[in-house]
């Protein structure tokens, strides 16, 4: 009996269901029995939610339908397990869960807090002697995963920050008074998303003004000034801001204004306010227009401007992991190496979970411009191949289709 679980967890991205559908196929095609789901990731496991993914995928279209349809086919979860010591009886739970489903190979698509479930059960499974495989598969918009060269779900959002930025770079040009647009952009800790902002220029784009990530200390008072200086000569200022953009006391910028209560599992704050702050701050000083952009959920859930090259890399991820798990390897999650620069070329490489779980990578220092305001062209060159290509929607009655699980 080769059965396999699958679940999906932590922030979901445009292109997680591709890697689903990389799981579901590579294993139907390497004669997998059931390919089962969790739903809402180890939770939902643990709470025995679970659905036999070909009860619904069933064909071709529903195949085509999902790897267009956006956020966690399955749901997700923010659930950290706990420390394999003293906490015996979740894993004894999972474990037995995992064995009356008969599961051979388990796969969970997800980030670097995910990644820790890989982790803690694959260590366990180890120390109980279990035959069981575990694998990880790497997504997460803010491309902040060790090792790999960039994560699945991260070309898509910064194809959709880049291009939606070039709009709203448009819409600031129209009247005859100033307006100064502030882009708040998710990533929590890590400023890769934030930085494809400035792929928006071109030769039909002057691109943004000024782009804070989360790398360096936020100085309010620098902001404005430089602020002030552009709206001197400029009717447009626009501007790209990390959410998790911090003052030297370590403070997010978004705390300033709202006092942000909701903690997740992992301990991280829910982050959002920061345009909204700067712009009423900017507007205090100077008396323009201002405008607050979040593109909160937007960026991760734009399913009809994915880039091609993510779509196909979270397929490859999602195969590559059950290609692994079935040639015997465990506690690996599977990474993309940059192999070719021109034509770019990625391939999988599966690297050991324990240098993955829970680090958070970081945008270099030697990317980001000296007074931290702006990205260099190394930084472009390298986010560039990883928009390229679309895959268009299937339009029903002028919307896009998505696949829904069928409880
Ligand atoms: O982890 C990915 C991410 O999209 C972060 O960029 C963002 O801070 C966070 O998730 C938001 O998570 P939630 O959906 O839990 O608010």
Redesign the pocket.
């Known amino acids: 009996m080769k059965n396999v679980i699958v679940g999906q967890s ?2 979901p991205t445009a292109v997680i269901n591709s890697s689903l559908l990389g799981v579901f196929k590579t294993a139907k095609d390497r004669g997998a029995d059931t390919v089962y789901g969790m739903v809402h990731g180890i939770k939902g496991l643990l709470d025995r939610n679970i659905v036999d993914l070909s009860s619904q995928i069933k064909n071709d279209l529903d195949m085509d339908l999902l790897k267009r349809t956006p956020s966690s086919f399955l749901g997700s979860c ?1 659930y950290k397990l706990p420390e394999i010591e003293g906490n015996e009886k979740t894993y004894k739970e999972i474990f037995k869960i995992l064995d009356e489903l008969e599961i051979f190979a388990f796969f969970y698509i997800g ?1 670097n807090d995910s990644m820790d479930t890989i982790k803690k059960l694959a260590d366990y499974g180890a120390k109980i002697n279990s035959p069981i495989r575990f694998m990880g598969v790497p997504k ?3 491309n902040d995963l060790a090792i790999t060269d960039h994560t699945p779900g991260y070309g898509s959002a910064a194809k959709y920050i880049a291009s939606t930025t070039k709009e709203i770079i448009r819409d600031g040009l129209v009247y005859d008074y100033p307006v100064v647009s502030i882009i708040e952009v ?3 800790n890590a400023g890769w ?1 934030t930085a494809a902002a400035a792929l928006a220029k071109g030769e039909d784009c002057e691109g943004v003004d000024l782009i804070y990530l989360p790398e360096r200390v936020f100085d309010l008072d620098k902001f404005l000034a430089k602020v002030g200086e552009l709206c001197k000569d400029k009717r447009s200022v626009v501007i790209a801001v990390s ?1 998790g953009v911090k003052i030297a006391d370590g403070r997010y910028v978004c705390e300033l204004a709202d006092h942000v209560d909701y903690v ?1 599992a992992f301990g ?1 704050k ?2 959002a306010g920061t345009a909204r702050f700067l712009a009423a701050k900017v507007a205090e000083k100077y008396g323009v227009k201002t405008r607050a952009i979040e593109l909160s ?1 937007l960026q ?1 859930c734009a399913s009809h401007i994915t880039s091609r090259i993510d779509v196909t890399e979270a397929f490859n991820a999602g195969g590559a992991a059950v290609k692994a798990a079935f040639e015997g390897m465990s506690g690996q999650v599977i990474t993309l190496k940059r192999v070719s620069e021109d034509p770019y070329m990625c391939i999988t490489e599966p690297a050991d979970v324990h240098f993955i779980a829970n680090v958070e990578k970081k945008v270099p220092d030697e990317w980001i411009n000296k007074d931290g305001t702006y990205v260099n062209e190394a930084l472009v060159h390298y986010i560039r191949p990883l928009i390229q290509a679309e895959i268009a929607p299937l339009w029903v009655d002028g919307l896009p289709r998505h696949l829904i699980l069928k409880k």
Do not use: F, N
């Open positions: 932590g922030g923010r980030g997460t918009i803010d998710m990533g929590r998303l959410e997740d991280h829910q982050l959920s991760r």
